[in-house]
């Protein structure tokens, strides 16, 4: 006969997977909240923190391109370094100096110090994303719980964007720009804890080290093309400071192309981007991304530069944009299982082009309030076009080993998107003063982007019909 003590004892048993998995994804919700929200809290903020601390003409581009230039730049030896010495090691570091980056920032004295403080958190971020999505597939073994969390993890990412021009709008206005980094520390501390006790502590790890080579010339390839874009329009194309870095960008990529072919442990595995799932995933998220902060960016210095609103009157004007990211970010997991996959894929990117094109065509002087269908339209479209639909199409298709260099892969498009949006929404709408010249152009090359991604999307993902 079984006792109620054995029964009692068996049901704390089988709670304790189930409360362990819960806390696990808190944990990892609690810090991607706050990488994500770091890269939209920042572009309200920026006049403010340029008059505080006198930055130079391209210092407003650098404090963001400084964040997702080192996320971008690191993504693929993120996702490795998980895979070779162990999750829990390396997405508690992340983490933990996460945290330790945000206070370099808020006690940055200078704009170099800031810069600083971005990059090492762009450091930071590189890790915990790629590591977060694959603590997520081996601690969720059951196919409809690890989607549901996958599901939470991209709609928190979502919700993290769309708060953030508002949340930065507040703080600037009440606390100042030093709050901005302030607000990741003790969330960074929770979520700590909260991987520490729920991570398996021990994992089988891969053997073998990491491709030291291959990571620098990948570096030097993203800071060199970077620079040369970023630093091409103030100094001129021809100045030899541009000349040398467009020349070391070429040279370090031809070098890490060649390196990664012959080494025994290369950053991208041979063939990865061959597999149609992941090379369409790539691609439409490094163009979503760059429509996206190309707009973010230039519509910022319109409202705060031309417009003369105020950091919090800003953040309210993007929420259209980011709050239909939020909720195209929590459903898309729903529509996706309606819909499959490469059809919500082209109807995102469909979204996102229409936003454009509406952006483009409204009439110079109209109230911001017009802007706000076609910001709304490219808000959906992001999620629905890229993040969690597209780690959905790769996931089915990449061997389980290759699970963290794949989601390093597509978030390194994903970020280098975000950095050459930035990068060439400067160059096709400058300013003069305070003010911008013409944003259409700058609409009008995202619009292309979309487009180009949804021919992509169709011609070379295969077609998937909904889930039962």
């Known amino acids: 006969m079984t006792s109620d003590s054995d029964i009692s004892r068996t049901d704390t048993s089988a709670s304790q997977p189930e409360l362990r998995r819960r806390t696990l994804l808190w944990g990892i919700c609690a810090v991607t909240f706050i990488v994500y929200l770091d890269t939209s809290i920042?572009?309200?903020?920026?006049?403010?923190i340029a008059d505080r601390l006198d930055g130079g003409d391209t210092a407003a581009q650098w404090i963001l391109d400084a964040y997702t230039l080192a996320f971008a730049c690191l993504l693929l030896s993120g996702g490795l370094l998980g895979d070779r010495f162990g999750t829990r090691r390396m997405l508690l570091g992340g983490t933990g100096a996460f945290g330790l980056a945000s206070i370099v920032c808020a006690l940055a004295p200078t704009m170099s110090v800031l810069i600083t403080g971005r990059a090492l958190q762009g450091v930071c971020a590189a890790v915990i994303v790629p590591l977060s999505v694959a603590a997520l597939t081996t601690h969720f073994p059951d196919p409809t719980a690890r989607a549901k969390a996958i599901g939470l993890w991209g709609g928190t990412a979502g919700v993290a964007l769309a708060l953030g021009p508002l949340v930065g709008g507040v703080l600037v206005s009440s606390a100042g720009w030093q709050s901005l980094f302030w607000i990741n520390v003790p969330i960074a501390v929770l979520a700590w804890g909260a991987l520490r006790i729920s991570l398996r502590p021990r994992e089988k790890s891969r053997s073998g080290g990491v491709d030291v080579l291959g990571q620098a010339f990948f570096v030097a390839a993203g800071v060199g093309a970077t620079l040369a874009v970023v630093e091409g329009p103030h100094r001129g194309w021809a100045d030899p400071f541009v000349l040398v870095?467009?020349?070391?960008?070429?040279?370090?990529?031809?070098?890490?192309?060649?390196?990664?072919?012959?080494?025994?442990?290369?950053?991208?595995?041979?063939g990865l981007l061959r597999i149609p799932e992941v090379f369409a995933a790539c691609a439409v998220n490094f163009l979503g991304l760059f429509g996206l902060y190309g707009v973010l960016f230039i519509l910022t210095l319109y409202l705060q530069g031309e417009q003369g609103l105020s950091p919090i009157a800003t953040g309210l004007q993007f929420l259209p944009l980011f709050g239909a990211m939020g909720i195209g970010s929590l459903s898309a997991s729903y529509i996706v299982g309606r819909l499959g996959t490469r059809p919500t894929m082209l109807l995102g990117l469909?979204?996102?082009?229409?936003?454009?094109?509406g952006l483009l065509s409204i009439p110079a002087g109209a109230p911001f309030a017009v802007y706000g269908v076609a910001l709304a339209l490219l808000g959906i479209g992001i999620p629905l076009s890229g993040g969690v639909v597209a780690i959905?199409?790769?996931?089915?298709?990449?061997?389980?080993?290759?699970?963290?260099?794949?989601?390093?892969?597509?978030?390194?498009?994903?970020?280098?998107?975000?950095?050459?949006?930035?990068?060439?929404?400067?160059i096709a709408s400058p300013r003069v003063g305070d003010e911008v010249t013409s944003m259409s152009t700058t609409f009008v090359i995202a619009a292309v982007g979309a487009l180009a991604g949804a021919v992509l999307t169709a011609v070379v993902l295969r077609p998937s019909g909904p889930r039962e």
């Open 392 to 426: 959905a199409a790769m996931m089915n298709a990449v061997p389980a080993e290759s699970v963290g260099a794949a989601s390093g892969a597509m978030n390194t498009f994903r970020q280098f998107g975000a950095v050459f949006g930035v990068a060439a929404a400067a």
């Open 350 to 357: 469909g979204s996102i082009c229409a936003g454009m094109l």
């Open 42 to 48: 920042a572009p309200v903020a920026i006049p403010s």
């Open 245 to 270: 870095t467009f020349g070391v960008a070429a040279l370090s990529a031809a070098a890490f192309v060649l390196w990664e072919r012959r080494t025994e442990l290369p950053m991208l595995p041979p």
